[in-house]
């Protein structure tokens, strides 16, 4: 039987954002009787026991962060939703704000009342207007309905949500540069510990999640843990490690496909199957070479290794960073990986904050060899100084702040040891690349 969606079930209905449409469909109800049946502490249990993992990149066990909060505290505790959504290819957090955003909307209500923040801070992207106007109006409607406020329904639970539009760039959808910028300053992402949990939006203990994530705790809350934990892919009991797949996942189909989409389907779907499937194919009768499998952080996966799994534990047994964001970019045969690695390292490179040394410098350098390699300057020991770098900054190393740097070299390993025979041709060759050669303006490196 096809998988029916539940995350998008809504999306193409008339009316999809509006609060009359969203409650005749049964919504709010699931909050409302949290608010009368269940304790705090009994949906932390709730979404902690159905192994729901975060969304937003790193798979962190979603209740289990909720439950790191100091206890007792007197408060105030805020939320952030991080709906920075930066990530090349990555637009499933902007499908649900702008089609149901009553549904993330829930899904925040059921994580305050779970956390007890009395307020949450909605951070949306900057380029998504669209998104930020619907949440404004969907804001609004749950203020006048009475659902956000003081005493919401004679419950004596009290809840503001406050939007903030960010400025424009990927290094605010890292949790802690996110709280800096929104306490209106530089996106400079801190150094951890302490983390959020601990000390996090105006120093006090903060929760950050992703719109995903809590349009999954609206459904777990719903339907129960049963249900969330029926779909999905259980822990692969070679790995200790990982804590499962389970619950359903947007994946997002991208590059060189037919139909590119957002499309909703249990943790576990293959990339052949998501692209043959859900995407169309590839586009103009071509094959693929080569794909990210979550973002292009994520690194490189070859068309040969497309029969991996897209669950949190697939991508790391191909020698990838993670699943990501779930954002599948599809490279066709007739593009040439040297210039989709140096279309990769120039965004790093710009979007680098800056603030520690090997991301600054290790970023730079890597625009600066991947352009030499593209127009056919390339030197037979650029492929492992490129190598070299890209192994040494990241927090896995140790030598950075934040997971932007780790994001940055990745996809350069990825691509140089899955693709080697490509870049020493390249090199070999002296040949300008496909796209290179289009370049009317010589460049100063
Ligand atoms: C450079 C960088 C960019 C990130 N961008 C986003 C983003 O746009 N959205 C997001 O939810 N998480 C992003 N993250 C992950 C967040 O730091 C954080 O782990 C996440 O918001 C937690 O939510 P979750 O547990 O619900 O997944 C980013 C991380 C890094 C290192
Ligand atoms: S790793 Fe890069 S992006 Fe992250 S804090 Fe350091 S310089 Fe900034």
């Not at 969606?5 to 699931?30: F, H, M, Q, W």
């Not at 909605?122 to 930020?132: H, K, M, P, Q």
């Not at 070299?409 to 870049?423: C, H, L, Q």
């Not at 070999?428 to 009317?440: D, I, M, N, Q, V």
Request: hydrophobic share 35%.
């Amino acid at each position: 039987m096809p998988y029916e969606p539940v995350l998008l079930a809504r999306i193409n209905k008339p009316d999809s954002p509006k609060l009359e449409g969203y409650r005749a469909d049964g919504g709010y109800s699931t909050f409302e009787r949290a608010l009368v049946d269940l304790k705090p502490e009994q949906v932390v249990a709730q979404v902690k026991d159905s192994g729901l993992r975060g969304r937003g990149g790193a798979g962190f066990p979603c209740g289990l962060k909720w439950t790191f909060l100091p206890k007792d505290h007197p408060g105030p505790i805020y939320l952030c939703v991080n709906a920075d959504e930066s990530e090349p290819c990555t637009y499933n957090n902007r499908i649900l704000m702008e089609k149901d955003p009553h549904q993330v909307l829930e899904g925040v209500m059921l994580a305050c009342y779970a956390i007890k923040s009395r307020k949450a801070f909605f951070y949306v992207r900057y380029e998504y207007g669209d998104a930020f106007r619907t949440l404004t109006a969907a804001v609004n409607e749950l203020y006048a309905a009475g659902l956000l406020g003081e005493n919401i329904l004679g419950s004596g639970f009290n809840l503001d949500i406050v939007l903030h539009r960010g400025a424009g760039a990927y290094i605010c959808g890292e949790e802690t540069g996110l709280i800096e910028s929104l306490e209106g300053k530089r996106a400079w992402p801190r150094i951890k510990p302490p983390f959020p949990a601990i000390e996090g939006a105006f120093r006090k203990p903060t929760i950050v999640n992703n719109v995903e994530t809590l349009a999954c705790v609206t459904q777990v809350m719903k339907r129960g843990i049963d249900w969330f934990k029926s779909l999905g892919v259980p822990p692969d009991p070679k790995n200790p490690r990982d804590a499962g797949s389970y619950g359903p996942k947007l994946y997002t189909i991208a590059g060189h496909v037919n139909e590119p989409k957002c499309v909703e389907l249990p943790m576990g779907i293959t990339i052949t199957d998501l692209i043959e499937q859900h995407g169309g194919g590839v586009w103009k009768g071509r094959k693929a070479k080569a794909a990210n499998p979550g973002g292009l952080s994520m690194g490189f996966v070859r068309a040969d290794e497309f029969h991996m799994p897209l669950d949190f534990n697939g991508p790391g047994r191909f020698q990838c960073l993670g699943l990501g964001t779930a954002a599948v970019t599809v490279i066709d045969d007739q593009t040439s990986m040297v210039d989709v690695l140096h279309n990769t390292c120039q965004f790093f490179a710009h979007e680098s904050c800056g603030q520690c040394t090997p991301c600054r410098e290790g970023t730079g350098w890597m625009e600066k060899i991947t352009d030499r390699l593209r127009r056919g300057q390339g030197r037979k020991e650029d492929l492992d100084i490129l190598i070299d770098v890209a192994d040494r900054i990241g927090i896995m190393p140790g030598t950075t702040i934040c997971g932007l740097a780790d994001g940055a070299g990745w996809p350069v390993k990825t691509a140089i040891r899955k693709f080697r025979e490509e870049f020493e041709g390249a090199i070999k060759s002296g040949e300008k690349s496909k796209y290179a050669k289009t370049l009317r303006v010589v460049g100063a490196h």
